[in-house]
C-alpha cells in the first residue's frame, strides 16, 4: 500500500523560510521601483513653466513622467500589501494602517498625474493665452497635493512601517530609526512650506526629504540582499506551519 508522506517539521520550516525570502525579495525590488519617478523633478520643470500652454513642440517627456509616478503609486501600494502578511503578524492594525496609508497616496499621485496631463492637453488643443490662468491652476494644485501626497504621506508611512519593523526585529534597527529621523524632518519642512518660511522647491526642503528617501531606499537594499533576520516574528511563522509527518 502506497503512503502519503507529509513534510517533516525542518522539510516545512525550509519551505517557510523560502516564501519569508521571496516575499522580502519582492517587497525591496518594489521599494527600489517607487524611486523611478525621480526624473520627473526635471521632466516637469517645462511643463510647470510660465508659458508652457503657449509653447510648441513634443510633449513625451511629460507623459512619461506621468507614466513613471503612475508606476511609483502602483509599487506603493505593492510593498504594503507584499508585506502586509509578514507584518500584521507584529500588528495588525498597525500593519492595515500601513496598506491604507499607502493607497491614499497613490490615489493623490494619480490625481496629481491628472493635473499634469490635463496641462499637456490643453497645450495640444492649442488653448491659447486664455488657459494660462487654468494651466497656472493646475500647476498650482499639482504642487499642494505633492506636498501632501508625496511628502507628508510618506512621513506617516516611515512611522507606520518603521514602527512594525523597528519591535519586530525583522531588518536592522537602525533602518527604522533612519525612518523615523526622515519622518520628522519631513514634517518639519513641510509646515515650514506651508507657513512660507520656505519655499516648497527650495534646496531647504529637498535636504530635508533626503532622509527619509535614503530609508526607503536603504530598506529596499536590504530586503533585496538580505532579506528577512531571524526573528520571533519569523520564527513563529515557522512553528505554526509545522505538521506532524504521517507515513
Do not use: C
Not at 499642494?144 to 516611515?158: E, H, Y
Request: aromatic share 8%.
Amino acid at each position: 500500500m502506497n503512503s502519503i508522506s507529509i513534510p517533516t517539521g525542518m522539510e516545512t520550516k525550509r519551505i517557510v523560510s523560502a516564501a519569508q525570502r521571496r516575499t522580502a525579495l519582492a517587497a525591496g525590488v518594489l521599494y527600489l521601483l517607487t524611486f523611478v519617478s525621480i526624473p520627473t523633478l526635471f521632466i516637469y520643470g517645462p511643463v510647470k513653466s510660465v508659458n508652457y500652454i503657449l509653447g510648441a513642440g513634443p510633449d513625451t517627456a511629460a507623459i512619461i513622467g506621468a507614466l513613471l509616478e503612475i508606476i511609483v503609486a502602483l509599487a506603493g501600494i505593492g510593498t504594503a500589501v507584499v508585506l502586509f502578511p509578514v507584518l500584521k503578524r507584529q500588528n495588525e492594525a498597525a500593519a492595515l494602517g500601513l496598506v491604507a496609508s499607502r493607497v491614499l497616496e497613490a490615489a493623490t499621485i494619480f490625481v496629481g498625474v491628472a493635473f499634469i496631463l490635463s496641462i499637456v492637453t490643453l497645450r495640444q488643443a492649442g488653448a491659447g493665452a486664455e488657459a494660462l490662468v487654468t494651466g497656472h491652476a493646475l500647476v498650482a494644485m499639482y504642487d499642494r497635493l505633492f506636498l501632501v501626497g508625496q511628502s507628508f504621506i510618506p512621513a506617516v508611512n516611515a512611522l507606520l512601517l518603521g514602527s512594525l519593523l523597528y519591535q519586530s526585529r525583522l531588518v536592522p534597527r537602525v533602518l527604522p530609526l533612519l525612518g523615523f529621523i526622515g519622518a520628522a524632518l519631513l514634517v518639519a519642512g513641510d509646515i515650514a512650506v506651508l507657513f512660507g518660511l520656505i519655499g516648497q522647491h527650495a534646496p531647504s526642503t529637498a535636504l530635508a526629504a533626503l532622509p527619509i528617501a535614503l530609508w526607503e531606499f536603504s530598506l529596499g537594499v536590504w530586503l533585496v540582499v538580505k532579506g528577512f533576520k531571524p526573528s520571533p516574528i519569523t520564527a513563529g511563522m515557522a512553528a505554526t506551519s509545522d505538521v506532524t509527518p504521517v507515513r
